[in-house]
């Protein structure tokens, strides 16, 4: 080791996982990236950080799918309160979707309005997303060329009146133009074909029955079939129903280049056990029955299901509807950017699922999927991105005491096994009461 290779400073664990297994280790750190991995007590430096028995060392978590919703509903999240939240939750680098801000980024102009607005405001890493609508194909090479991470798109309303959907022709025309880019499109794949309108009312099953399993599979098959026909690199987002699996595997078996990710709420939550009136639990797509999520755990066991992101998407809470309990009016989506890590080692650790395996799917994964270099892992040369987690500590969730903006969690109350202790940003711990120090990343430099 040459000595502009020598740490200064030193995390030293019993338990860490690196190379996608746990073992005890030295991580030496220098200017903000690992310099070196050792054995466990090999390493000196002028500062030595050793990790408490029960703790774990993990490399910062990376979600790839994140509602910030600032500018234009910062009333319902913004960077500051959702950055603050990733970092207590052990998430070091997020990548905001281009809804449900106004305007949504689907111009060069409106990304330069987000970045701006970001700017010094965020505790952790924070990269963008850009928009596919219809009538911006033009635009698509101006933001992959500002440095987007790719393109999001809807094949069905997407519940609000600035980002529309693409029609299977628009979709096609966007897929071969970000083939051309050689970007990755992700998609929210529900057919509208497929989806009844939810009648009023407090029953969780009338909700579920208006957006079946069938939604997904058809618009995946359409996914599948576009991204073959334009060879466009595809991703299809928040995996609801797994009987889309063998679609996805048979496609990938070909040579499609097609990933997908699933969401903690879809591996902790059942159908089955969701009260009439608990609008806080409607996402679309829906939570479904327990076999579904026993299938969807055999398909991330199996590498079918590649990666498990949070689909953070916050609103207030009075556009949850909890006074009525009307599945029809309430907003779609879940806050879980904080709880995340938590809540899918909960289920994992029943199953007898290894932390490694979780520290893949919500870490190593999605960082390479979207070209997020030197993020994800603990490896020599990577951004000292670190995640202190202690495994074994149960504690009751409170929706006050988490650091998104509005107190509303469909985790409320729910006891969740591991607890995130420290969260390091480029070898510093990062403090949620001090000031920010998180930066804005672009895909191409």
Not at 309 to 317: I, K, L, N, R
């Amino acid at each position: 080791m040459s000595v502009t290779d020598e740490p200064d400073i030193v995390v030293r664990a019993r338990r860490a996982v690196v190379g996608g297994r746990e073992r005890p280790a030295d991580v030496g750190i220098r200017d903000g990236r690992v310099v070196a991995v050792t054995a466990y007590g090999e390493l000196e430096a002028p500062e030595v950080v050793e990790l408490a028995d029960d703790e774990v060392l993990l490399p910062g978590l990376v979600d790839t799918h994140v509602h910030v919703n600032e500018p234009g509903r910062t009333e319902w999240e913004g960077f500051a309160s959702a950055t603050r939240a990733a970092a207590a939750g052990g998430v070091t680098t997020i990548v905001d979707m281009p809804l449900n801000s106004i305007p949504p980024t689907t111009t060069v102009a409106a990304l330069e309005e987000k970045r701006n607005v970001a700017d010094g405001q965020v505790w952790v890493d924070v990269g963008f997303w850009g928009g596919a609508v219809p009538g911006n194909v033009g635009d698509l090479a101006g933001l992959d060329e500002a440095g987007v991470f790719g393109f999001k798109c809807f094949l069905l309303d997407s519940g609000v009146e600035e980002f529309p959907h693409l029609p299977p022709a628009d979709f096609a025309a966007a897929m071969a133009e970000v083939a051309r880019l050689g970007a990755l499109m992700v998609v929210h794949a529900e057919d509208a074909d497929e989806v009844a309108e939810c009648a009023h009312g407090t029953a969780y099953r009338g909700f579920l029955e208006s957006r079946p399993d069938a939604a997904e599979e058809r618009a995946i098959a359409l996914v599948v079939d576009t991204a073959r026909a334009t060879g466009a690199r595809a991703h299809v987002v928040h995996l609801s129903a797994s009987g889309a699996v063998p679609t996805l595997r048979a496609a990938r078996a070909e040579g499609v280049d097609v990933s997908v990710e699933t969401c903690p709420h879809y591996l902790h939550f059942e159908a089955g056990s969701i009260p009439d009136g608990a609008t806080e639990l409607k996402c679309c797509p829906p939570i479904r029955d327990a076999d579904n999520r026993d299938a969807l755990w055999a398909a991330l066991g199996s590498g079918d299901i590649d990666m498990v992101v949070s689909d953070h998407s916050p609103c207030t809470a009075e556009l949850k509807r909890s006074e009525t309990g009307d599945f029809a009016d309430a907003w779609g989506g879940i806050a879980s950017l904080q709880l995340g890590l938590p809540v899918v080692w909960t289920s994992a650790r029943e199953r007898g699922v290894p932390l490694a395996d979780v520290v893949r799917w919500m870490a190593t994964a999605p960082a390479r999927r979207v070209g997020l270099a030197g993020k994800g892992e603990i490896a020599v040369g990577a951004e000292a991105d670190l995640c202190v987690f202690a495994p074994d500590e149960a504690w009751v969730v409170d929706p006050a005491r988490l650091h998104h903006k509005n107190p509303v969690s469909a985790y409320a109350g729910r006891t969740l096994t591991g607890t995130v202790r420290a969260t390091w940003l480029r070898g510093l711990p990062v403090d949620v009461s001090a000031g920010p120090r998180g930066r804005l990343l672009r895909r191409r430099a």
